[in-house]
């Protein structure tokens, strides 16, 4: 945790629009992105935002599909702070903060529909494809959030299905492959907030100083598909509108990062 | 076995399915005080939702390490009770029971002077005993309730309330129904006093406009529950104000 | 002139009392030059300061208050003691021990167990620590007869009555000792079980009314009719109410 006079210098920055790194308040910190590279899974990616690492693995299982979608795959999230990302992580079930990161990387991809779950029906009703996103996190520098949900994107359009055909009521692999079916690309904007500044992507020194956050989840046209507050702070509703505008602006430039047109 | 999906949710005079308009609320109403044994309690119904909210503290914490130095450590724990919905519900706590506690927690924090107690722990407890959608911000109204019942210093109360879009209209306070088949949900809890948003979510899809227009309409929604929080808080006190009148008192008269 | 409310309103936590320059009193706070009540209770101006008498809240330590607590723990070097506050309070050996504390001579459970009741004072208090107690001053030490109250702190001042008024008058009515813990408990000793039992009637009605005049009046009143009555029922046995 840093040091209290290192707080009130960040604080201090900021309400002088500075930031102690020499980003604009608006900037987000330098993005890595690899893909690919665990072959086992069925897609992975690893994000370094800074020097916050998650790395995100997609695997696929057949299974029943939920009895109110029938004809539908089914999508499920879960994301882990591992001991090692962080002196604050401890090993155990999931806690509070990594069930938040999980649903809200979750809302993102769902509420934007971005896999087409109604291509991963393999016998209707019965039989469908089981996408499992795993986040792991593996160094916490602050922002959590974005770093996971552009992993998670990344993995996904990266992620190879297996060609397969249903004889007599069994699946039968074929050759080759093809990519899993993305219909859309959901970016997640995190802004911090101090007194009347907003932030966007906080370093973990920023988050400690922070008032409180506000994610808000981009689809690619432009429209709101996800938010989050969290912290203790709370915004005023012209903060609110703010970071929505500049939530919709910053999602185009981080977009182009992982989807090449 | 789940609910068949209406026809319509919204029919051509603009009305919704329970009547109401697009910005009315369900009709609400609180009660405080009801549990004997917490130092704090108060009971919520708005529609079909009913919620109980009891808060015990500011007390010592255990386990001890958790306590902080500073201030009082708001613990908070949103529960739905297995009957409370359509489907049982395990009792054990959910992912989303588990996330609904953090984001409810940080919503009311920013009203209580945890500042003034250090090393105690105020624990919240929000029972759902029926479901209808807008859960988590009933809770939160209730809980706020419950803190004052408990004579916790607040800076204020915490009113919450969700809007959100249903067939392509922006309507406030949605039911379960509206809630599945409609295409956004936002819940929004705020500080009247502060003109504060202090919960924020969202999951659906709004255009930048529609999200600006549901953030007003979910913050008149919340000023209407914040008058009738503070008249639960009124009544509770009221009764024991039962004969009293502005002037100076004669003793004769009096009835025991 | 800059205030929202009639005295004597009833008010609640964020409700908007007074602005500029008037000063912030009990159970309200000032911010950006607003005053707001923090908790529910009736709200009073008096000259520049306003403050809300609260109609719920909890006891909190105060140094020189006396109180009434309950031995929870026995430890080492004293006693664990509940005192209704947010905080438990620390009675030491030293404290309760006229001489010298000898750990390997003095059993402290024979002076004090898990259970007892004691009147004490607090002597120590601040936000790093738990409260400190004594017991040694005159009419301190273990509850051994009478019953115990329990009442909303908030409404203690009103029991006391003005310059100890009202509680002089129910001693005088019942024929009661009463101790008074700042905490909202009070101890009433009486020469029978009748005669304790009227002083509980009174303060239970006190509570009730504590926010309305002409009280110290009525609780009087109240108890030359009971035992008025008390009399007529003389040789009927009855059950009296319970208290803890």
């Keep these: ?261 | 076995m789940s609910q068949k999906k209406p026809e319509k949710l919204i029919d051509e005079n603009d009305i919704r399915l329970d009547g109401r308009k697009f910005n009315e609320m369900r009709p609400t109403k609180i009660e405080v005080g009801i549990l004997a044994n917490a130092d704090g309690s108060a009971y919520i119904e708005q529609g079909k939702n009913k919620i109980l909210a009891a808060v015990y503290g500011p007390r010592e914490t255990h386990p001890k390490h958790l306590a902080l130095p500073d201030r009082a450590l708001l613990r908070s724990r949103y529960h739905m009770a297995p009957f409370s919905v359509q489907e049982r519900k395990s009792p054990a706590p959910s992912r989303r029971e588990l996330e609904l506690s953090k984001v409810i927690r940080e919503s009311l924090e920013p009203s209580i002077f945890t500042e003034y107690y250090p090393r105690t722990s105020i624990d919240l407890f929000i029972e759902v005993l029926q479901a209808d959608g807008g859960t988590r911000c009933a809770g939160i109204t209730v809980a706020s309730v419950a803190l004052a019942d408990a004579g916790i210093p607040m800076r204020d109360l915490i009113s919450a309330c969700a809007a959100g879009k249903v067939e392509g209209r922006l309507v406030l306070d949605l039911t379960d129904v509206e809630d599945k088949a409609g295409e956004a949900d936002m819940p929004l809890a705020y500080q009247p006093s502060a003109n504060a948003i202090t919960l924020l979510q969202m999951d659906g899809m709004l255009t930048g406009e529609e999200f600006e227009q549901a953030v007003n309409l979910a913050m008149e929604g919340c000023k209407q529950v914040s008058q009738i929080q503070k008249d639960a808080l009124r009544a509770k006190y009221t009764v024991a104000k039962e004969g009293e009148g502005e002037k100076e008192e004669t003793e004769e008269g009096e009835e025991e | 002139m800059p205030v929202f409310y009639e005295r004597r309103q009833l008010v609640t936590p964020g409700d908007l009392l007074a602005e500029n320059d008037y000063v912030p009193g009990e159970n309200t706070h000032k911010e950006n030059g607003k005053i707001y009540a923090t908790r529910v209770g009736l709200v009073n101006y008096e000259d520049k300061r306003v403050y809300v008498v609260a109609l719920k809240s909890f006891y909190e330590p105060l140094i020189g208050d006396t109180v009434i607590g309950k031995v929870v723990e026995v430890t080492l070097g004293g006693w664990v003691t509940d005192i209704r506050a947010p905080y438990l309070a620390m009675l030491r050996a030293s404290d309760a021990l006229e001489r010298p504390f000898k750990p390997q001579k003095d059993d402290l459970p024979s002076l004090f167990d898990v259970g007892d009741l004691l009147i004490a004072k607090i002597v120590a208090y601040d936000r790093t620590r738990d409260p400190l107690l004594t017991v040694l001053e005159r009419g301190m030490g273990k509850i051994t007869r009478g019953q115990i109250m329990e009442i909303t702190p908030a409404k203690i001042p009103r029991v006391i009555g003005k310059q100890g008024s009202m509680v002089t008058m129910i001693k005088q009515e019942t024929g009661c000792q009463i101790t008074i813990g700042q905490n909202g408990r009070i101890l009433i000793s009486g020469k029978s079980p009748e005669d304790e039992r009227l002083a509980v009637m009174a303060i239970r009605k006190i509570e009730q009314e504590a926010h309305t005049t002409g009280l110290t009046d009525r609780v009087t009143e109240m108890l030359k009719k009971e035992k008025g009555n008390k009399e007529v029922k003389e040789n009927v046995t009855e059950e009296t109410g319970k208290t803890d």
């Design chain 1, 1 to 261: 945790m840093a040091s209290k006079v290192r707080q009130k210098r960040i604080a201090q920055l900021i309400s002088h629009e500075k930031r102690l790194d020499g980003r604009e308040l608006t900037d987000y910190r330098e993005v890595q992105l690899e893909t690919g590279l665990i072959e086992r899974a069925e897609g992975s990616a690893r994000v370094r935002l800074g020097k916050t690492e998650v790395l995100v693995g997609v695997k696929f299982e057949m299974g029943e599909p939920f009895p109110d979608t029938p004809n539908e795959g089914v999508l499920t999230v879960n994301a882990e702070l591992v001991p090692l990302a962080s002196p604050t992580f401890e090993p155990g079930p999931p806690d509070e903060r990594s069930i938040e990161l999980a649903r809200v990387v979750d809302r993102g991809i769902r509420e934007s529909k971005a896999i087409a779950t109604d291509e991963l029906v393999i016998e209707p009703g019965k039989k469908v494809f089981v996408v499992f996103v795993d986040v792991y996190v593996l160094n916490h520098d602050g922002n959590l959030i974005d770093a996971s949900s552009l992993a998670a994107l990344a993995a996904l359009l990266n992620t190879k299905m297996f060609n397969y055909e249903v004889k007599e009521g069994e699946v039968k692999i074929k050759p080759g492959y093809k990519p899993l079916p993305i219909r859309n690309y959901p970016i997640a904007v995190t802004l911090a907030k101090f007194n009347d500044k907003l932030v966007v992507d906080p370093g973990l020194d920023e988050e400690e100083v922070m008032d409180a956050r506000l994610t808000i989840t981009v689809e690619k046209d432009g429209k709101i598909c996800a938010i989050q507050k969290g912290g203790y702070g709370h915004f005023t509703a012209e903060q609110v509108v703010e970071a929505s505008k500049i939530a919709r602006q910053k999602s185009e430039e981080q977009r182009k990062l992982v989807v090449k047109e």
